[in-house]
C-alpha cells in the first residue's frame, strides 16, 4: 500500500511559480512509476507529466512541457512538480499518483493505483 499527501498549492499571479510536493509513505516507492495530473470542477482528470521508476525518464503533456518538472527525492519518498510560466488555464486541483510495482508510467488515470487528496493551485491574471 502506499499513501500519498500532496502540498505546496496555493495562489499565484499568472508568470510566477509553484513547487508541489507529494509526500509518500509504503513499500518500494522508489521504483514505482509516478504521475501528477490535474482537474477541475466538472472536467476529466487530465494527465500533466509522469516519471518512470524503473528508468527515471519523464513525459509532459504539451500544455506543460517546458514550463513543468518533475523530480523525486528517492531517499526522502518525496515527488515533485516545479511549475513555473504559470497560466490562468493552469488552474486546477493538482493530484499525485502512483502506479503499481512493475507498471509503466502511462498517461491514463487507469495506470495509477494510488492516489492523493489533491492541492489547489490558483492562477490569477
Known amino acids: 500500500q502506499v499513501q500519498l499527501v500532496e502540498s505546496g498549492g496555493g495562489l499565484v499571479q499568472t508568470g510566477g511559480s509553484l513547487r508541489l510536493s507529494c509526500a509518500a509513505s509504503?513499500?518500494?516507492?522508489?521504483?514505482?512509476?509516478v504521475a501528477w495530473f490535474r482537474q477541475v470542477p466538472g472536467m476529466e482528470r487530465e494527465f500533466v507529466g509522469n516519471?518512470?521508476?524503473?528508468?527515471?525518464?519523464?513525459y509532459y503533456a504539451d500544455s506543460v512541457k517546458g514550463r513543468f518538472t518533475i523530480s523525486r527525492d528517492a531517499a526522502k519518498n518525496m515527488v515533485f512538480l516545479q511549475m513555473n510560466t504559470l497560466k490562468p488555464e493552469d488552474t486546477a486541483v493538482y493530484y499525485c499518483?502512483?502506479?503499481?510495482?512493475?507498471?509503466?508510467?502511462?498517461?491514463?488515470?487507469?495506470?495509477?493505483?494510488?492516489w492523493g487528496h489533491g492541492t489547489q493551485v490558483t492562477v490569477s491574471s
Open positions: 499518483a502512483a502506479a503499481s510495482i512493475g507498471r509503466g508510467a502511462g498517461d491514463d488515470v487507469g495506470s495509477y493505483a494510488y
Open positions: 516519471e518512470d521508476g524503473g528508468i527515471s525518464s519523464t
Open positions: 509504503g513499500d518500494s516507492f522508489a521504483f514505482r512509476s
